[in-house]
Every structure is written in C-alpha cells, then in structure tokens.
C-alpha cells in the first residue's frame, strides 16, 4: 500500500498544485508567526479551497487559544488539526470536542524515551506526528520544520502500538528508507522540499511524493 503523504507549510497556489498534481494526501498550512511558511486567513482560504474535495487539508498551530482555533477553522474549514506545541493529553481531547475534528499531535523525538510519551497520547489523538526535537544549542529552533532528524530506530518501541506520521529532516533522497525501517504509514515533509525558508520547490515536491509513494514497491 502506498505511503500516506503531507505536505506542510505550503503559501503559494503553484506549489499547492504541484502538490496536488503528484498524488499529495494531505496539505499543511501553518499558523504560527515565528515561522517563515505561516500564512494569513486570506491565503489560507483561497489554499484550502482549491485544495478541498482532492486531498485533505491540516491546520498546523501551536499551543492555540480557542480564538485562534475558531478563527483557523472559520477561514480553512479543515479536515485535521494539528498540535506542535506542547498541549496536553486533555487539551487535545478539549480541542477535538469543541471543534468535533480530527486531532493531529506532534511529539517531538531524540531518544527512545521521547517516543514512549507518545502513548499518553494513544486513544486521545487521532494521529501521532513524530518530529525531531530541535537541539538545545539551537536556541530560537522553530517547533518543527528545522530540516532535522532523529534516530528513526527511537521508534522500535511504539511499532505497532499506534498508528503514526514521521517527520524530522526527511527529503527526497532519504524518505524511502525512512518508511521502510519505521514501518511509517505516512510522512510528512516541509523544508526537506524547499529552495529556502518557506520556499517550495515544485520539483522537489514532485520528487518526494514519488519516492514515499513508491518506497514499499518490490525492487
């Protein structure tokens, strides 16, 4: 079965619709002001309609108020939100019930241990997103979409306890041996496919989707 792919932190309709036309499950768009791919409500508005009804759309925010979270959901209508910050179990059982979507949770990953806390979550996310964590030298690191990876073998111990997306520094020259030592059943990609700091590139997008999509062919 092909690998599920996102991806996240898309701004401009030509990389959407490079994304679109090479087989994209879902399209992240960020909300978050620290990062170079967050996107005003207009923007994210003319994204999400133009990708509705051909993959799903996400909504990436971090440690959200119930404000922010009417205001992304009244301009994106979304199909999934995702959690990078550092909600609690609770707050994303909160979250899914008041806005009755899909919850998407982000668990940043150095080591083993990090991964085992991901089971806290199990039974109250939807999905559980492994990302890198940013290292402590890297002082004003972003939540996510560093371009960083983790140890992929950190996640041995959850295999087969959840259903998970990996992210973490993937690109189109490693996402298939990714997916084939993780097990993972979708990916999720941002910086790994741009020119720069919230630029995609188009080809680059073209070339990821089809090395996640084709990883688990027989050689």
């Not at 620290?34 to 994204?47: H, M, Q, V, Y």
């Not at 008041?98 to 990953?109: D, E, H, I, Q």
């Not at 199990?122 to 979409?145: N, Q, S, W, Y």
Request: charged residues 25%; glycine residues 8%.
């Amino acid at each position: 079965m092909p690998t599920d792919v996102k991806i996240c932190g898309l701004k401009t309709e030509s990389a959407l619709e490079a994304a679109l036309a090479n087989g994209v499950d879902y399209v992240g768009l960020v909300f978050h002001e620290a990062s170079p791919r967050n996107i005003d409500f207009s923007t994210a508005r003319k994204l999400a309609d133009k990708a509705r009804g051909r993959a799903k759309i996400v909504v990436l925010l971090v440690d959200p108020d119930d404000n922010l979270l009417d205001e992304v959901v009244a301009a994106a209508d979304p199909d999934v939100i995702q959690l990078h910050g550092e909600e609690t179990p609770e707050r994303v059982v909160e979250i899914a019930q008041r806005l009755g979507l899909p919850v998407m949770k982000a668990v940043k990953v150095n080591c083993a241990e990090d991964a085992q806390n991901a089971l806290a979550y199990k039974g109250k996310a939807d999905l559980i997103l492994f990302d890198a964590k940013a290292p402590e030298a890297r002082p004003g690191a972003l939540p996510g979409g560093n371009g960083i990876a983790f140890d992929w073998q950190a996640l041995e111990g959850v295999r087969g306890k959840m259903d998970y997306m990996l992210a973490g520094g993937l690109t189109p020259l490693n996402v298939a041996e990714a997916i084939r030592m993780t097990g993972a059943r979708a990916v999720d990609v941002s910086s790994g496919v741009e020119a720069g700091p919230g630029e995609k590139d188009p080809e680059l997008i073209r070339r990821f989707l089809h090395a996640a999509k084709t990883a688990n062919q027989a050689p």
